[in-house]
T-cell receptor
Framework: SQQGEEDPQALSIQEGENATMNCSYK?????LQWYRQNSGRGLVHLIL?????REKHSGRLRVTLDTSKKSSSLLITASRAADTASYFC??????????FGEGTQLTVNP | GAVVSQHPSRVICKSGTSVKIECRSL??????MFWYRQFPKQSLMLMAT?????????EQGVEKDKFLINHASLTLSTLTVTSAHPEDSSFYIC???????????FGPGTRLTVT
C-alpha cells in the first residue's frame, strides 16, 4: 500500500516561477527520494535525502526533510517548460524496497 | 551510470493469453529486482521483490499464480502475466538496487494492453 501522500496533486505555474511539492509518509525511513516521470516513461532519480539530513540541494532542486513531521518538500526554482512532468517521493524503509507517494503533476507554462 | 532495460516496451495481447516481460541489468549484477505496476495517472505500486535463485516475495494482494516471477540469473528477471485480462492493462516497471544501498535504477517500463 502507498504510504506517501503528496500535495498538491496537480500544480500549474508559469516559467520562471518556483514550484513546491510536499510529501508525507507514515513510518520510519532510511531515506527519502524524489523521482521525476515524463508521461508514459520510466522514472528518473532526482535527489536522495537521508533520514539524518534536513536539507539538500542539487542544481535548481532543494529538498527538505522533517522526520518529526514525517514530511518532505521538493522545491524547483526558476522553473522551465521542460520541468513539466510528474514528481514522486519514495521512501525506503528496508531492503531497498521503495514506497511511492501519489505524485504531483507539474505543468510549467511557457 | 548503471542501466536497466525492459523488453518489450509495448505489448498488446488478447484476453486469456500470457505475456512475459523481461528486466535486465546491463552492466551490473542484481540479486534483487523489484516489479511495480502503475495505472494511468496513478503512482507506482510495488508488486513483488524478485530474488535471484529463490522465490519471489509478493506484496499483499498480488496473486503469485497470476504474476509469475523468475530470476534465473544475476542480470535477468522476468514477469509473466498469466491469463491476462483487460484490468491487467497497465504500465509495468522494474528496478534494481545498485552497489550502494541508496542507489536504485529503474527500467523504462512496459506498456501492457489487454484487449
Amino acid at each position: 500500500s502507498q504510504q506517501g501522500e503528496e500535495d498538491p496533486q496537480a500544480l500549474s505555474i508559469q516559467e520562471g516561477e518556483n514550484a513546491t511539492m510536499n510529501c508525507s509518509y507514515k513510518t520510519s525511513i532510511n531515506n527519502l527520494q524524489w523521482y521525476r516521470q515524463n508521461s508514459g516513461r520510466g522514472l528518473v532519480h532526482l535527489i536522495l535525502i537521508r533520514s539524518n539530513e534536513r536539507e539538500k540541494h542539487s542544481g535548481r532542486l532543494r529538498v527538505t526533510l522533517d522526520t518529526s513531521k514525517k514530511s518532505s518538500s521538493l522545491l524547483i526554482t526558476a522553473s522551465r517548460a521542460a520541468d513539466t512532468a510528474s514528481y514522486f517521493c519514495a521512501t525506503e524503509t528496508s531492503g531497498s524496497r521503495l514506497t511511492f507517494g501519489e505524485g504531483t503533476q507539474l505543468t510549467v507554462n511557457p | 551510470g548503471a542501466v536497466v532495460s525492459q523488453h518489450p516496451s509495448r505489448v498488446i495481447c488478447k484476453s486469456g493469453t500470457s505475456v512475459k516481460i523481461e528486466c535486465r541489468s546491463l552492466d551490473f549484477q542484481a540479486t534483487t529486482m523489484f516489479w511495480y505496476r502503475q495505472f494511468p495517472k496513478q503512482s507506482l505500486m510495488l508488486m513483488a521483490t524478485s530474488n535471484e535463485g529463490s522465490k519471489a516475495t509478493y506484496e499483499q494482494g498480488v496473486e503469485k499464480d497470476k504474476f509469475l516471477i523468475n530470476h534465473a540469473s544475476l542480470t535477468l528477471s522476468t514477469l509473466t502475466v498469466t491469463s491476462a485480462h483487460p484490468e491487467d492493462s497497465s504500465f509495468y516497471i522494474c528496478s534494481a538496487p545498485g552497489r550502494s544501498s541508496y542507489e536504485q535504477y529503474f527500467g523504462p517500463g512496459t506498456r501492457l494492453t489487454v484487449t
